[in-house]
Nanobody, 119 residues
Framework: QVHLVESGGGLVQPGGSLRLSCVASGSINTIRVMGWYRRPPGKQRELVATITEPDKILYATSVKGRFTLSRDDAKNTVYLQMNRLSPEDTAVYSC?????????????WGQGTQVTVSS
């Protein structure tokens, strides 16, 4: 079992910044991928950024150059620093983890945190 808890969402004006945090607990030694997805209003969930072992980071084209994914292994936490936010970034952001052990692979999701970009 892996448990993910997000924090850091909120309301921000266009051009502003927010930092999301996701703390993992449970069988963290089985996690091979962590990252963030988002679901804009009325749209399907989409990839924002992921980090895989050892430290390969993948960004969606729409956020590249504005968002930065990082992690602190000592705190079992991944961060998403979001800069130059626009209304198009408004969405529910969910932390994601993929765990793998011989014979079992699982997806794990946090509860989601709302990010609203509006003036």
């Amino acid at each position: 079992q892996v448990h993910l808890v997000e924090s850091g969402g909120g309301l921000v004006q266009p051009g502003g910044s927010l930092r999301l945090s996701c703390v993992a607990s449970g069988s963290i030694n089985t996690i091979r991928v962590m990252g963030w997805y988002r679901r804009p209003p009325g749209k399907q969930r989409e990839l924002v950024a992921t980090i895989t072992e050892p430290d390969k980071i993948l960004y969606a084209t729409s956020v590249k150059g504005r968002f930065t994914l990082s992690r602190d292994d000592a705190k079992n936490t991944v961060y998403l620093q979001m800069n130059r936010l626009s209304p198009e970034d408004t969405a529910v952001y969910s932390c994601y983890a993929w765990s793998s052990v011989p014979g079992n692979e699982s997806d794990w999701w946090g509860q989601g945190t709302q990010v609203t970009v509006s003036s």
